[in-house]
């Protein structure tokens, strides 16, 4: 089993930015990949980001060049790196580790969630 917590989360303006962090209870280096998942009221869980162990990432169009996901093995933790902010990524941001293969993403276990408010 895999126990997931996520931190970083917070409220911010328009155009910020926010890191968040994903940290697993056993080493993820025999997990194929990690992945951020988001949450808005009324909405469906959409996949944001996802990244193999083998480099390859996927993102979801409405966060490409503007978020960043990466992942240290050695500190058994995956990142999110959000960049220019807009109010529509406001969500509870959801860590999962899966898998990626041949493009696409198979979730497995979750975190907690942070949640993530971007307003003036």
């Known amino acids: 089993q895999v126990l997931l917590v996520e931190s970083g989360g917070g409220l911010v303006q328009p155009g910020e930015s926010l890191r968040l962090s994903c940290a697993a209870s056993?080493?993820?280096?025999?997990?194929?990949?990690m992945g951020w998942y988001r949450q808005a009221p009324g909405k469906q869980r959409e996949l944001v980001a996802a990244?193999?162990?083998?480099?390859?990432?996927k993102y979801a169009d409405s966060v490409k060049g503007r978020f960043t996901i990466s992942r240290d093995n050695a500190k058994n933790t995956v990142y999110l790196q959000l960049n220019s902010l807009k109010p529509e990524d406001t969500a509870v941001y959801y860590c999962?580790?899966?898998?990626?293969?041949?493009?696409?993403?198979?979730?497995?276990?979750w975190g907690q969630g942070t949640q993530v408010t971007v307003s003036s």
């Open positions: 999962n580790a899966g898998v990626l293969m041949s493009g696409a993403y198979y979730p497995n276990y």
């Open positions: 056993r080493a993820i280096f025999s997990i194929t990949a």
């Open positions: 990244k193999g162990n083998d480099g390859t990432t």
